[in-house]
């Protein structure tokens, strides 16, 4: 069932699974419910890097299982989120890095849709919001990449 929601949140694709509320409706709720919070972290670089630290902390502990569907497009996310907190690259449209910046919340935030203590299932509420958020910004991130390649290479996440 897990591949399955993370499927439907990364294809897009808005069926029921078991009943079960759209999964692209879950990750929607999710990435407006970091987003709210992703405004607090933007009004300051440090806070705002502080945060991708601890996401990657997160991630690296949590290396296996779910987050491995994104976790190309969510270490891009962060370099993305970390180039534009230290205006090395701006040319990003806000809303990019409000949803950029939101899915980094959700990810950390020890309040979301699904608990992540839950074993097996606690982290796939906030695949489901990063995959979304990865299709949702698809194009500003192939730029992104673009110029990180034209600048040397990507950043560290």
């Known amino acids: 069932m897990a591949?399955?929601?993370?499927?439907?949140?990364?294809?897009?694709?808005?069926?029921?699974t078991g009943g079960a509320l759209e999964v692209t409706k879950i990750a929607q709720i999710g990435a407006g419910m970091g987003a709210r919070r992703a405004e607090r972290y933007l009004r300051s670089s440090e806070?705002?890097?502080?945060?991708?630290?601890?996401?990657?902390?997160?991630?690296?502990?949590?290396?296996?299982?779910?987050?491995?569907?994104v976790r190309d497009g969510f270490k891009a996310l962060i370099r993305l989120s970390r180039a534009y907190a230290t205006r090395r690259y701006t040319r990003v449209p806000w809303k990019t890095v409000l949803y950029s910046v939101g899915a980094v919340v959700y990810f950390v935030s020890l309040i979301d849709l699904v608990p992540?203590?839950?074993?097996?299932?606690g982290l796939i509420d906030d695949v489901a919001v990063i995959a979304w958020v990865l299709k949702s910004i698809n194009k500003d991130l192939e730029e992104f990449r673009e110029w990180e390649i034209e600048t040397g290479g990507p950043t560290s996440a």
Not at 3 to 16: D, F, H, M, P, S
């Open 3 to 16: 591949r399955l929601l993370i499927q439907e949140a990364c294809g897009g694709r808005t069926t029921k």
């Open 47 to 69: 806070d705002t890097l502080r945060l991708l630290d601890a996401a990657v902390r997160k991630a690296e502990r949590k290396g296996r299982g779910p987050l491995e569907a």
């Open 116 to 121: 992540d203590f839950i074993v097996g299932i």
